[in-house]
């Protein structure tokens, strides 16, 4: 069982940055593969950005390409989301997500492929 705790959501103007975290705990985290998902109000939620265990093939929602950037350090069982240019279509409430299957070479940019969420970390960015 693994244990997911985002932070570092905000209110910030457009063109601003904000990195998110996430920390994991209570599990696997350093072999299983990670993501991030966003919901905004009245919508759906969406894929935005995955990564291998080991911090590879890193893959992106068409509209953060080039703005977003996902890591981790598994040493720290953190998982990251660096956001530049902000936009107000990025606002959301933003899920870190880890899937249960171990050494997994691919990342997925479906939700049903990950068992565990954590509660989320509002992110509003105005203009």
């Known amino acids: 069982q693994v244990q997911l705790v985002e932070s570092g959501g905000g209110l910030v103007q457009t063109g601003a940055t904000l990195r998110l975290s996430c920390t994991g705990s209570g599990g696997t985290f350093n072999r299983i593969g990670m993501g991030w998902f966003r919901q905004a109000p009245g919508k759906e939620r969406e894929f935005v950005a995955a990564i291998t265990w080991s911090g590879g093939r890193p893959t992106y929602v068409d509209s953060v390409k080039g703005r977003f950037t996902i890591s981790r350090v598994n040493a720290k069982n953190t998982l990251y989301l660096q956001m530049n240019s902000l936009k107000p279509e990025d606002t959301a409430v933003y899920y870190c997500?880890?899937?249960?299957?171990?050494?997994?070479?691919?990342?997925?940019?479906?939700?049903?492929?990950?068992?565990?969420w954590g509660q989320g970390t509002q992110v509003t960015v105005t203009s």
């Open positions: 997500a880890a899937e249960s299957r171990e050494f997994n070479p691919r990342t997925s940019t479906d939700a049903g492929a990950y068992q565990y």
